[in-house]
């Protein structure tokens, strides 16, 4: 007798495929079977048992032992669903369980020891109570406490928790905190450890010794058959939005698997994302630590080190302190800022800055596609030049390196580190106090414990100030904050920003609070823009820039004709060649995400890659 099966093939964009085999199998079984013109068997998973075709069916060759759960099978149709995959690709996020890998039922006992303040014990209740919770916690609020108390609990109730964090440069100082208490149940994950480190860390989650997995993203997929507790740590980054297919975003398919699996999520944030913000219940944690006093001090300079800058360096090197040295990744492209009153060229209809098309020599609305010549002087003041500036670390650290010949000045951006261990002798030297500066990326942001620097100097805000996306403010300011963070964390602190804005930046900073900005920025938003509209981004891009374009021009013309979503940008990419492909993209949006995925899900063109809730 024969069965037949729907079969979802991993890392494929097929739909699924039919396959028969002479005996039953078990739904969600991992299995190898042969597709035409390929020599190697391909993996895929049985999702659906199905009446015999009317056509001749291909054997599956090998049932394996690996089993992808209904819980992994559930989160990945939704994941293939709303951010318009195929189930394969959706599938291919997760390891499988191994029926072969016996199960260790031990249940320990841990002891963290920690005594929490009374509002840190109030913010620690407020999330048991709330399935799910947003932890608005102000730098130095001890944010780690309350999630070690709380893995604590979870754990000592016999189930497994993840902890991710967004950057593996978070993972060091992580782990010795989390291994202090939890000792070899915890495993670290991310895409810089070995092959052969992770095949090793699958076999202990397999077996049930590891009860706790902290790292990036992709520790979201690991097969935890107890996991009651997710928490994301900075949740407001961006880096938890993936940009290969399925773009999913990590936070809120933890909140996902939270409602789904009914399992507590705690999203954490000094600066929370507007949207998790809007939706998720929180607590504001604002009484720090530590006993800190910082300064805030605005330079409005155009040149990259600044007089003022170097002799606050200077001062700070001379008393045996540190200083940290911060530029945005997008410093290294090229921004238009107005070198007098420090202005962009805003679109008069959608209030985010306008893009440098260099083909056309002209500026551009990503979303509203309003174009208009580069003007002579700035709008805003009448007097001043628009500029294209840029500017990176590698310039920076090599200005500093000629001031400060006999100083150890070190570089901590993805090209200089690139291995864990590069990672941990950077990190290990900068805190044993063998660097003196540390220059560096977004990775610099990401809630480190510095607690011999008393300057951060940070360049190039303007330029996510100034960029064209509604989140502009949001990203800019969050980024400040999060900098600011690194700074002073005992003791006296100062903080230099170079910026030709710093009436916006002093007017949060200064006597308000973050929540006041994001009370505002909701009200900005409320008829344009995310959390009231959904907004996703249609790209197409191919080495054929006619094929290309045609294709373009034929998807544009089938939206603007549907009633039921706006097309709110239709253009050429900013980056408008990349890798020798052409691209345009069409960005649309609704108020409701059914039309919109229905819109998405129709599209058929090997040309295009969907972008579901884009943050760009």
Known sequence: MSYYYELALLKSPLDNLTYCCDEKIEIGTLVEVSLQRRKVLSKAVVVKEVKKPTFKCTPIEIITNQYYSNEMLKIASFTSMYYVSSLGEALSLFIPFDRAIEKNEENEKFESNIVLSKEQEEAYEFCLKNKQALLFANTGAGKTEIYIKTIEKHLNNGNQAILLMPEISLTPQMQKRLEKVFEDKVAIWHSKITKKRKDE?????????????????????????????????EEHDESYKSDSKPRYNTKDLALYISKTLDIQAILGSATPSLNTYHKVPYYRLSKTYFDTKKSINYDDSTSNLSPKIVNKIKSTIEQNHQVIIFLPTRANYKYQVCTSCGSSVECPFCSVSMSLHKNSLALKCHYCGYTQQIPQTCPSCKTGVIHNLRVGTAQIEEELNFIFQDKIIKRFDRDEVKTDKE?????????????????????????HDYHNVKLAVVLGIDSILKMNSYKARERALSLLIQISGRSGRKGQGEVVVQTQNSEFFNFYLGNRDYKEFLDEELTFREELYPPYYKLAKILFAHTNGLKVKDEFDKYTKILKSNENIEVVGANQSAIFKLANKYRYEILIRSKNVKPLLEVLHSINSPMVSIDMDTIY
């Open 201 to 233: 860390i699958i076999k202990r989650v397999l077996s049930g010794e590891v009860k706790l997995v902290a790292g990036a993203r992709s520790a979201l997929f690991l097969p935890l058959d107890k996991l009651s507790l997710i928490i994301v740590d």
């Open 423 to 447: 990672l941990r002798k950077i990190l290990e030297d900068f805190n044993s106090n063998k660097i003196d500066i540390l220059v560096g990326t977004q990775m610099l942001s990401k809630g």
